[in-house]
Antibody, heavy 121, light 107 residues
Framework: QVQLQESGPGLVKPSQTLSLTCTVS??????????WSWIRQHPVKGLEWIGY???????YYNPSLKSRLTISVDTSKNQLSLKLSSVTAADTAVYYC?????????????WGQGTLVTVSS | DIQMTQSPSTLSASVGDRVTITCRAS??????LAWYQQKPGKAPHLLIY???SLDSGVPSRFSGSGSGTEFTLTISSLQPDDFATYYC?????????FGQGTKVEIK
């Protein structure tokens, strides 16, 4: 079974770039997806979809974040990454990576445990 | 952008009750609709995909129905482990909007 683990700084200063990595185990990026996703959850709030990436690198972004967002995959390291630039306090959230785990599906079957990122000076 | 609206926002129910949660889309998402369960401090857990397909290992008391713009998640007989927050997600056209969530509380 695919397992995912998010990692990255827990504290980012306003205006800087938030960078997170999701390490995949128990399967490869190509077979364990093939679609992968980042989702975030603001404190005591609901879920917000950030974007999808196909294992080959094709991306689909939330229009509200698109201008600041880069999602990529590194198949050699079995990792995906998220970069969100020009962050503000509104970007404080728990960030999850997830995978579809089924061909032809974008529903998210496998999730990481999430990592809290706080934007503060 | 497709908007997803869940109702109710909060639901109080007792063990053994039949529970129904509704999710409406602002435009058709065909059957590209998933339901997730989330417990405090934990990641969401996929229950239903493609509107009505039960993910493996999910108890059969959970079921999903609908297509187009209106969908329902039904729990046929609520169990103590089911008190949680439930989210729908549309994934039509390579986007992934979530509903705002429905919290199922103990009555």
């Amino acid at each position: 079974q695919v397992q995912l683990q998010e990692s990255g700084p827990g504290l980012v200063k306003p205006s800087q770039t938030l960078s997170l990595t999701c390490t995949v185990s128990g399967g490869s990026i190509s077979s364990g997806g093939p679609y992968w996703s980042w989702i975030r959850q603001h404190p005591v709030k609901g879920l917000e979809w950030i974007g999808y990436i196909y294992y080959s690198g094709r991306t689909y972004y939330n229009p509200s974040l698109k201008s600041r967002l880069t999602i990529s995959v590194d198949t050699s390291k079995n990792q995906l990454s998220l970069k969100l630039s020009s962050v503000t306090a509104a970007d404080t959230a728990v960030y999850y990576c997830a995978s579809a785990g089924r061909l032809g599906e974008l529903s998210l079957r496998y999730w990481g445990q999430g990592t809290l990122v706080t934007v503060s000076s | 952008d497709i908007q997803m609206t869940q109702s109710p926002s909060t639901l109080s129910a007792s063990v053994g009750d039949r529970v129904t949660i509704t999710c409406r889309a602002s435009q058709s998402v065909n059957s590209w609709l998933a339901w997730y369960q989330q417990k405090p401090g934990k990641a969401p857990h996929l229950l239903i995909y493609k509107a009505s397909s039960l993910d493996s290992g999910v108890p059969s008391r959970f079921s999903g129905s609908g297509s187009g713009t209106e969908f329902t998640l039904t729990i046929s007989s609520l169990q103590p482990d089911d008190f949680a927050t439930y989210y729908c997600q549309q994934y039509n056209d390579y986007s992934g909007t979530f509903g705002q969530g429905t919290k199922v509380e103990i009555k």
